[in-house]
């Protein structure tokens, strides 16, 4: 098992920016992508971006491109998604995910962060 946390969530204004990390624990040897997924109220949840486990490839969506950016740190197994010039429409709950396939598709991960909240006011 794999156990991912999130953290660094918050309420920001309109062109701030916010680091958003995930912890993981557990069976990390196993993990070989991590992405970041959001999910605004009556919306499906949609694919912010992923980066390999070894970070040496990343992916964003249309959305967040030049904006958001992924990056990790290997000594503490933490993934960080760095959002800047937030918009309102970037309020949404944020999930963490590992899995082994380079995608889009959250179905395709195997392991979920619980959440954490960001809200952008205009």
């Known amino acids: 098992q794999v156990q991912l946390v999130e953290s660094g969530g918050g309420l920001v204004q309109a062109g701030d920016s916010l680091r958003l990390s995930c912890a993981a624990s557990?069976?990390?040897?196993?993990?070989?992508?991590m992405g970041w997924f959001r999910q605004a109220p009556g919306k499906d949840r949609e694919f912010v971006g992923c980066?390999?486990?070894?970070?040496?490839?990343?992916y964003y969506a249309d959305s967040v491109k030049g904006r958001f950016t992924i990056n990790r740190d290997n000594a503490k197994n933490t993934v960080y998604l760095q959002m800047n010039s937030l918009k309102p429409e970037d309020t949404a709950v944020y999930y963490c995910?590992?899995?082994?396939?380079?995608?889009?598709?959250?179905?395709?991960?195997?392991?979920w962060g619980q959440g954490t909240q960001v809200t952008v006011s205009s």
């Open positions: 980066i390999s486990w070894s970070g040496s490839s990343t």
């Open positions: 557990g069976r990390t040897f196993s993990i070989l992508v």
């Open positions: 995910a590992a899995g082994s396939y380079f995608v889009t598709d959250p179905a395709r991960y195997d392991y």
